[in-house]
C-alpha cells in the first residue's frame, strides 16, 4: 500500500561500506562505522556549527519535527566535520529546498573541496547526492551548506555505500547515457547497510517509529516517509539494483518475504518490511487476518528470484530451504487456498477476496475497487511465476518438476487465451472477474498494462491491439495517476520489441524527473526510487537486450535500439562474478567482449528477422533461425572465452 504523505524518516545513522572479509582473529568485534550525528535534526543539530542567520527550526520540515535553516543572503553557514573510522567509498545524500539561487552543498575531505553542488530555486524539498567519496581511516569529513539569495532548509541526510558495480553506457546519442548515469547516481543513493540502528515502523502518522533496530542490508523500494521496503517496488527494481551491484540486498529483501509467507498468513507474504528485514511494518500489518496482501506480489517474488539466480549465479536462489519452501507454496498450496470463487476448469487461477488489501486484493490497481476475484496482473503474474519454478527446479537439478512446471505454465497460457480473456480485442478483452463470475473488459491500468508485459497474451494481432489500447489509455486522462506505475511501460513494450514506443516513454519518464510528484512531499518524480532503479535495467535488458544465465555461462543479445540511435554500448555488465561489455550498432551488428578472467561465455547473438548472411569475427556461418514469443530470429552461438572479444553481424 502506497502512503498518503511522503517524508524521509529521521534519524537513521548509516554503517561505512562494507569491505572484504577478514579473518576472526584480526577481527574479534565490530567494525566502526562512519555516522552523521542527528542526521534529522532532532536533537537540535548534534555536532554542527552554526554561523549567525543558521540553525535549527521547526515548521518547514521534510521529516520529522525538526530541520536545518540558513537565511537569506550571503556569508550563512553550517558544517559539520567527522573523522573516518575506516576506509570507505560514500554517497552522501540530503534533502534540501532553496526559495532562490546560489546556495550550496559541498562535501570536503581534509579541508579540500570534493563537490559543491549550486542549488537551484527550488522551494520543495529535493534529493541532492554528492558519490563516490572515497575515504581513509582519519580523514576529516566535511559536510556544509552555504546560503544564497534566498533561505535555504535542508534536512535527512544519508551515506550510502559508493555502489559496488559500476556499468557504464555510451551511445551515438548522449539523452541515453546522460539518463543512465544520473539514474545508476540516484538509484545508489537509496541504499541502506548492515549494522545502522535505525528506527522502525516509521510513517507518517509515527515519525519517530516506535523503537530502533539494527539494519540489514536493503534499499529503498517505496516511498521514504516510511521505514520499509514494498513487495511491489522490490521486485520492480531487482534487475536495476543488481546491475549497480546490490546482489547482498536483493537476496536478503527476497528472503525476508519468503520468511513471512507463513501457513498462518495462507502463504501470502506480507506487503513490507522494516529495513531490518525481519519486523513487519505496523502501518500495513495489524494481525495475521489483517494485514495488506495483493495477489501479484507472490508470483512476483517467484519470478524475480528466478531473475536474480540467472543474473548471478548465486545457488542461495535453489539451495536455500527457506526460498525453496515459499516458491513450492507460492505455486501450489497458495493457489489451492485461494481459489474457489470462479471455476477455472483444469487450472487453477488465485484469486482476492474482493474486501480490500487488507483482505487480499487480486491486482495492484487499487482504484478498481472491491468486487475482484481474479485479475490480468494476478493471473499474468502467475503465469511468469511457474516458468520461473522451471527455472529454479531446473537449477536444483530437479528436471521432472521443471517439466511439471512447463505444462503448467503452457497450461495456464492456453487456457487464459482460449477461455479466461474472452474473443474480445482492444477494449473488449476481458481483463477481469468479479466475485460473481462477471467478467470485466475496458481499462484496468495494472491488470491490463501486465498482461502483455508477463507476455501470457498469445504473439499476433489481438496482443498487437492491445498494446494499441494501453497506449491510447496511457496517453489520455485515465493513463497511469503516478510516475510509479508509469515505469512499467518501457517494460511492456520492449517485452513485445515495440523499441520506439518504449524509448518515448523512458525519455518521457526521464524528462519528468524534476516535475513535482503528486504527492506534495515526495518531492520530484526523480525522488521516487522506482523511476532510477528502472531506468538502470530498461537500458541494459530493454535498449541493450542482455539476457543473463549466469548459472550455464550463458548469455542473450538482441539490439532493440530506436530509430536514430546510431550505436549503444553498456560496459562492465555484471553476470555471474564477471562481467560483459556489449555494443550494438544498429539492428545488424553485436560486439560482446567477455571481461572474465577465467569464465567463458556461450554468446546467443539475436537479431530480428531472417537474414542471409551471419558472420562471426568475418568469418560467415550457416544461417540459423527460431523462434520465440512469435518473432523469428537469425543467430550465432560463438563461445567467448575469457578475455576476449566477438562480433556477430548480419547481411541482408
Same mark, same amino acid.
Given at each position: 500500500?502506497?502512503?498518503?504523505?511522503?517524508?524521509?524518516?529521521?534519524?537513521?545513522a548509516l554503517?561505512a561500506?562494507?569491505a572484504?572479509?577478514?579473518?576472526?582473529?584480526a577481527?574479534?568485534g565490530p567494525?566502526p562505522q562512519?555516522?552523521?550525528p542527528?542526521?534529522g535534526f532532532e536533537n537540535?543539530?548534534?555536532g554542527?556549527t552554526?554561523?549567525?542567520?543558521?540553525?535549527?527550526?521547526?515548521g518547514?520540515?521534510?521529516?520529522?519535527?525538526?530541520?536545518?535553516y540558513l537565511?537569506?543572503g550571503?556569508?550563512k553557514?553550517a558544517?559539520?566535520?567527522?573523522?573516518a573510522?575506516?576506509?570507505?567509498s560514500?554517497?552522501?545524500?540530503?534533502w534540501?529546498?532553496s526559495a532562490?539561487?546560489g546556495?550550496t552543498y559541498t562535501?570536503r575531505?581534509?579541508?579540500?573541496t570534493?563537490?559543491?553542488?549550486t542549488?537551484? +530555486?527550488?522551494p520543495?524539498?529535493a534529493?541532492?547526492?554528492?558519490?563516490?567519496?572515497?575515504?581513509?581511516?582519519?580523514?576529516?569529513?566535511?559536510?556544509?551548506?552555504?546560503?544564497?539569495t534566498?533561505?535555504?532548509n535542508?534536512?535527512d541526510?544519508?551515506i550510502s555505500?559508493?555502489?559496488?558495480?559500476?556499468p557504464?553506457?555510451t551511445?551515438?546519442?548522449?539523452?541515453?547515457?546522460?539518463m543512465?548515469?544520473?539514474a545508476q547516481k540516484?538509484?545508489n543513493?537509496w541504499?541502506q547497510?548492515?549494522?545502522?540502528?535505525?528506527p522502525?515502523?516509521?510513517?507518517?502518522n509515527?515519525?519517530g517509529?516506535?523503537?530502533t533496530?539494527?539494519?540489514?542490508?536493503?534499499?529503498?523500494?517505496?516511498y521514504?516517509?516510511?521505514?520499509a521496503y514494498?513487495?511491489r517496488?522490490?521486485?520492480h527494481?531487482?534487475?536495476?539494483?543488481?546491475?549497480i551491484g546490490?546482489?547482498a540486498?536483493?537476496e536478503?529483501?527476497?528472503?525476508?518475504?519468503?520468511?513471512?509467507?507463513t501457513?498462518?498468513?495462507?502463504?501470502?507474504?506480507v506487503?513490507?518490511?522494516?529495513f531490518?528485514a525481519?519486523?513487519?511494518?505496523?502501518?500495513?500489518?495489524?494481525?495475521p487476518d489483517?494485514?495488506v496482501r495483493?495477489v501479484?506480489?507472490?508470483f512476483?517474488?517467484?519470478?524475480?528470484?528466478a531473475?536474480?539466480?540467472?543474473?548471478?549465479?548465486?545457488?542461495?536462489?535453489?539451495?536455500?530451504p527457506?526460498l525453496?519452501?515459499?516458491y513450492?507454496?507460492?505455486t501450489?498450496q497458495?493457489?489451492?487456498l485461494h481459489n474457489s470463487? #470462479?471455476?477455472?476448469?483444469?487450472v487453477?487461477?488465485?484469486?482476492? =477476496?474482493?474486501n480490500?488489501i487488507?483482505?487480499?486484493?487480486?491486482?495492484?490497481?487499487?482504484?478498481?475497487g472491491?468486487g475482484l476475484?481474479?485479475?490480468g496482473d494476478?493471473?499474468?503474474?502467475e503465469y511468469?511465476?511457474?516458468?520461473?519454478?522451471a527455472?529454479?527446479?531446473?537449477g536444483k537439478?530437479?528436471?521432472?518438476?521443471?517439466?511439471?512446471?512447463d505444462k #503448467?505454465?503452457a497450461?495456464?497460457k492456453?487456457y487464459?487465451?482460449?477461455?479466461?480473456?474472452?474473443?474480445?480485442?482492444?477494449a473488449d478483452?476481458?481483463?477481469a472477474? =468479479?466475485l460473481?463470475?462477471?467478467?470485466?473488459?475496458?481499462?484496468?491500468?495494472e491488470?491490463s498494462?501486465?498482461m502483455?508485459?508477463? +507476455?501470457?497474451?498469445d504473439?499476433?494481432?489481438?496482443?498487437d491491439?492491445?498494446?494499441?489500447?494501453i497506449? +491510447? +489509455?496511457?496517453?489520455?486522462?485515465?493513463?497511469?495517476?503516478?510516475i510509479?506505475?508509469?515505469t512499467?511501460?518501457?517494460?511492456?513494450?520492449?517485452k513485445?520489441n515495440?523499441?520506439?514506443?518504449?524509448?518515448?516513454?523512458?525519455?518521457k519518464?526521464?524528462?519528468?524527473r524534476e516535475?513535482?510528484h503528486?504527492?506534495s512531499?515526495q518531492?520530484?518524480?526523480?525522488d521516487?526510487?522506482?523511476v532510477?532503479?528502472?531506468?538502470?535495467?530498461?537500458t541494459?535488458q530493454?535498449?541493450?537486450?542482455?539476457?543473463?544465465?549466469?548459472?550455464?555461462?550463458?548469455?542473450?543479445?538482441?539490439s532493440r535500439?530506436?530509430s536514430?540511435?546510431?550505436?549503444l554500448q553498456?560496459?562492465?555488465?555484471?553476470?555471474?562474478t564477471?562481467?560483459v561489455?556489449?555494443?550494438?550498432?544498429?539492428?545488424t551488428k553485436?560486439?560482446?567482449?567477455?571481461?572474465?578472467?577465467?569464465?567463458?561465455?556461450?554468446?546467443?547473438?539475436?537479431?530480428?528477422?531472417?537474414?542471409?548472411?551471419?558472420?562471426v569475427d568475418?568469418?560467415?556461418?550457416?544461417v540459423?533461425?527460431?523462434?520465440?514469443d512469435?518473432?523469428?530470429?537469425?543467430?550465432?552461438?560463438?563461445t567467448?572465452r575469457?578475455?576476449?572479444t566477438?562480433v556477430?553481424?548480419v547481411?541482408?
Amino acid at each position: 500500500m502506497k502512503p498518503s504523505r511522503l517524508m524521509l524518516l529521521t534519524a537513521v545513522a548509516l554503517l561505512a561500506p562494507m569491505a572484504p572479509a577478514v579473518s576472526a582473529e584480526a577481527a574479534p568485534g565490530p567494525r566502526p562505522q562512519l555516522t552523521i550525528p542527528d542526521p534529522g535534526f532532532e536533537n537540535g543539530g548534534t555536532g554542527w556549527t552554526f554561523t549567525s542567520g543558521a540553525g535549527v527550526g521547526t515548521g518547514n520540515r521534510h521529516g520529522g519535527e525538526r530541520f536545518l535553516y540558513l537565511d537569506a543572503g550571503a556569508g550563512k553557514s553550517a558544517e559539520l566535520t567527522v573523522v573516518a573510522p575506516r576506509d570507505g567509498s560514500y554517497d552522501f545524500s540530503a534533502w534540501i529546498g532553496s526559495a532562490g539561487t546560489g546556495g550550496t552543498y559541498t562535501v570536503r575531505r581534509n579541508g579540500e573541496t570534493v563537490e559543491t553542488i549550486t542549488l537551484p +530555486q527550488h522551494p520543495g524539498y529535493a534529493r541532492y547526492t554528492i558519490s563516490g567519496v572515497t575515504l581513509r581511516t582519519g580523514d576529516r569529513l566535511g559536510i556544509a551548506f552555504g546560503s544564497g539569495t534566498a533561505w535555504v532548509n535542508a534536512d535527512d541526510l544519508m551515506i550510502s555505500p559508493a555502489a559496488p558495480a559500476d556499468p557504464k553506457v555510451t551511445s551515438s546519442d548522449p539523452e541515453i547515457a546522460e539518463m543512465f548515469a544520473w539514474a545508476q547516481k540516484k538509484a545508489n543513493s537509496w541504499v541502506q547497510l548492515p549494522g545502522t540502528t535505525g528506527p522502525v515502523n516509521v510513517d507518517e502518522n509515527q515519525t519517530g517509529g516506535t523503537g530502533t533496530a539494527s539494519y540489514e542490508p536493503t534499499y529503498w523500494a517505496g516511498y521514504a516517509n516510511r521505514s520499509a521496503y514494498y513487495s511491489r517496488d522490490m521486485t520492480h527494481q531487482l534487475a536495476g539494483a543488481h546491475l549497480i551491484g546490490l546482489d547482498a540486498e536483493n537476496e536478503t529483501m527476497l528472503r525476508s518475504y519468503a520468511q513471512s509467507a507463513t501457513a498462518e498468513h495462507k502463504y501470502f507474504p506480507v506487503w513490507s518490511l522494516n529495513f531490518d528485514a525481519r519486523t513487519y511494518l505496523s502501518i500495513d500489518y495489524k494481525s495475521p487476518d489483517n494485514f495488506v496482501r495483493e495477489v501479484p506480489a507472490t508470483f512476483e517474488l517467484v519470478e524475480k528470484a528466478a531473475q536474480a539466480y540467472l543474473w548471478t549465479g548465486d545457488r542461495r536462489y535453489v539451495d536455500d530451504p527457506v526460498l525453496w519452501d515459499f516458491y513450492r507454496h507460492a505455486t501450489e498450496q497458495f493457489i489451492d487456498l485461494h481459489n474457489s470463487a #470462479k471455476d477455472n476448469g483444469k487450472v487453477k487461477v488465485a484469486e482476492g =477476496t474482493g474486501n480490500g488489501i487488507f483482505q487480499g486484493a487480486a491486482s495492484y490497481n487499487e482504484q478498481d475497487g472491491d468486487g475482484l476475484a481474479e485479475a490480468g496482473d494476478g493471473i499474468a503474474s502467475e503465469y511468469q511465476a511457474y516458468l520461473a519454478m522451471a527455472v529454479l527446479a531446473r537449477g536444483k537439478g530437479d528436471t521432472k518438476l521443471a517439466k511439471t512446471y512447463d505444462k #503448467k505454465a503452457a497450461d495456464l497460457k492456453t487456457y487464459f487465451n482460449d477461455e479466461w480473456s474472452g474473443t474480445g480485442t482492444g477494449a473488449d478483452m476481458v481483463r477481469a472477474y =468479479t466475485l460473481s463470475g462477471t467478467p470485466v473488459t475496458g481499462w484496468g491500468k495494472e491488470n491490463s498494462v501486465f498482461m502483455p508485459m508477463k +507476455q501470457i497474451i498469445d504473439p499476433g494481432p489481438r496482443n498487437d491491439a492491445y498494446l494499441d489500447y494501453i497506449e +491510447q +489509455q496511457e496517453l489520455g486522462p485515465e493513463g497511469s495517476p503516478n510516475i510509479e506505475s508509469t515505469t512499467y511501460l518501457p517494460d511492456m513494450f520492449f517485452k513485445n520489441n515495440r523499441n520506439d514506443t518504449a524509448w518515448q516513454w523512458m525519455q518521457k519518464i526521464y524528462g519528468e524527473r524534476e516535475t513535482q510528484h503528486v504527492n506534495s512531499s515526495q518531492g520530484p518524480d526523480g525522488d521516487y526510487p522506482e523511476v532510477s532503479f528502472t531506468l538502470v535495467s530498461q537500458t541494459v535488458q530493454g535498449l541493450m537486450g542482455i539476457t543473463p544465465d549466469a548459472p550455464d555461462h550463458k548469455v542473450t543479445t538482441q539490439s532493440r535500439l530506436p530509430s536514430g540511435m546510431k550505436w549503444l554500448q553498456a560496459a562492465d555488465v555484471p553476470i555471474g562474478t564477471a562481467t560483459v561489455t556489449v555494443r550494438h550498432d544498429g539492428a545488424t551488428k553485436t560486439t560482446l567482449t567477455n571481461n572474465s578472467r577465467e569464465t567463458s561465455y556461450r554468446w546467443e547473438a539475436r537479431f530480428p528477422g531472417v537474414h542471409k548472411r551471419i558472420e562471426v569475427d568475418g568469418v560467415p556461418q550457416r544461417v540459423r533461425t527460431k523462434k520465440v514469443d512469435g518473432v523469428t530470429y537469425t543467430y550465432a552461438t560463438p563461445t567467448v572465452r575469457a578475455g576476449r572479444t566477438a562480433v556477430v553481424q548480419v547481411t541482408g
